[in-house]
């Protein structure tokens, strides 16, 4: 009697931890694929903006002076290492394609871009506060070139915030996901001893 109903249980248990593995998959590759594409977007969008700045910094600085070539040259300069980065980022966004992680992988990954987006968001505050330190100081010592890179650094600082902040809103978003299937396993006592459970929707 008792390996009569030992080997349906087993069987049951099988097949239902077969079917929760395959849908934690099935969502891991599915925010896998957003996040890359994501990623992508992202990037394609900073890429525009720094060819944008290039090139329009390039020609209005021949003709500008004073406070407005600094601020046109260093807008230049900013979005030569942004196009830069896009172009980098492009490059990786195009490896992830198609790679398949686990479901910890995918996680720990998520984690990393979210953490990395806001340790940017930080880095574009502070290049704020330096423009706004330069343009105060420039006009304080009566330097138009350190005013017009101050404008610069507030301008593209300001850009580069709004950007990271969109991106880690929509990428956390896929984070919650996660950490919400995450959550849905939990480690208790049974009658047994110690066991793992799922708590089902």
């Excluded at 260093?74 to 790679?99: D, H, P, Q, S, W």
């Excluded at 984690?111 to 505050?125: C, R, T, V, Y």
């Excluded at 959550?183 to 047994?192: E, P, R």
């Amino acid at each position: 009697m008792r390996q009569k109903t030992i080997l349906p249980t087993t069987l049951i248990l099988f097949v239902l931890m077969a079917n929760l593995a395959h849908s934690q998959s099935s969502l891991s590759d599915s925010i896998a694929a957003d996040r890359t594409l994501k990623n992508k977007t992202n990037m394609t969008i900073l890429g525009i903006w720094g060819a944008i700045n290039i090139v329009q910094g390039s020609i209005s600085s021949t003709n500008a002076e004073g406070s407005d070539k600094a601020f046109f040259k260093m807008n230049t300069y900013f979005n030569a290492v942004n196009l830069g980065i896009a172009g980098v980022g492009l490059a990786m966004a195009r490896k992830e394609f198609n790679k398949k992680y686990s479901y910890t992988e995918n996680l720990l990954k998520q984690q990393k871009l979210e953490k990395i987006l806001l340790l940017n968001a930080g880095l574009d505050a502070a290049y704020i506060a330096t423009g706004l330190y330069l343009k105060e100081r420039g006009m304080r010592v009566d330097n138009p070139q350190t005013t017009g890179y101050g404008n610069s650094f507030v301008l593209q600082g300001a850009f580069l915030l709004i950007f990271d902040l969109v991106q880690y809103g929509n990428h956390r978003r896929n984070g919650k996901l996660l950490e919400k299937e995450l959550g849905n396993w939990q480690v208790g006592t049974t009658s047994n001893g110690i066991g793992l459970t799922y708590r089902f929707k």
